[in-house]
């Protein structure tokens, strides 16, 4: 039996990522989960001009990891070279205060709302209504890989928002905690239920709550202690608006 080793994804501390990922991750989203979410972190780092180049993922043992990468962190040639330290720092100075002055983050969250979000919808619907049956070997290949590449650029298309999303509500917390003289952590109950997005019940799933509240036999299934995936399949017959938002 092979004995099991803990190498880091490379030089430097670590920190397992336990809040996202408690257990190991399977091998597939090992492979498709770190390219896109480095990714979208350098993007998102470097349009706010963050002294952070990326918090890199790695995978060791099927366990995710993360590492903060400072811009001047050493490469395999050593040190940066201070002169270039110096003049990067100032170009990122000048960045991150022309995002906050421009409020870049609105912009971009219009087209997440109106172009990005509704196009990944879309594309979601056609790849899980594709019917698997009807597939020969090689189209069932072209299919699992057009899955893989989906999952991919999904997982690049979030996080490289990241910092439009948190950056705003951090500002907002620290200008209201100096503001009112109190800790931080004490205003985050300004944004408690605010976003429709963020909450248990977003928009798309609105028609199917309400249907649901109108139907006694519905709620009394949901109270059962029935299999999921019975309870599922039998409200997706009794109720449209269920079986339109799983679809």
């Known amino acids: 039996m092979q004995e099991l080793t803990w190498d880091p994804p490379a030089p430097g501390p670590w920190t397992q990522d336990s809040a996202h990922n408690p257990v190991s991750q399977t091998p597939i989203m090992q492979e498709l989960y770190p390219a896109g979410f480095n ?13 952070l180049d990326r918090l890199a993922m790695g995978v060791v043992n099927g366990f995710t990891y993360h590492q903060p990468q400072p811009f001047d962190m050493p490469g395999p040639d050593g040190p940066k070279d201070p002169a270039w330290v110096g003049e990067e720092f100032g170009r990122r100075a000048a960045t991150a205060d022309r995002a906050m002055t421009d409020r870049i983050w609105r912009d971009v969250m219009r087209r997440w709302d109106d172009e990005l979000k509704p196009a990944a919808q879309v594309r979601h619907v056609e790849l899980g209504s594709v019917d698997l049956g009807a597939l020969d070997n090689d189209q069932l290949r072209a299919h699992v890989a057009a899955c893989c590449a989906h999952v991919s650029e999904m997982v690049y298309q979030h996080h490289r928002f990241n910092c439009h999303a948190l950056i705003p509500v951090g500002d907002v917390l620290l200008r209201t905690a100096a503001w009112a003289h109190r800790p931080p952590e004490s205003m985050f109950g300004l944004f408690d239920g605010h976003s429709p997005v963020s909450s248990v019940s977003p928009p798309e799933m609105q028609a199917a709550l309400e249907a649901l509240r109108r139907n006694p036999a519905a709620i009394e299934l949901l109270g059962s202690d029935r299999k999921a995936s019975e309870v599922l399949a039998e409200l997706r017959e009794q109720v449209p608006e269920v079986d339109d938002y799983v679809t």
């Open 39 to 51: 990714k979208g972190f350098t993007e998102t780092f470097a349009a706010f001009g963050m002294l």
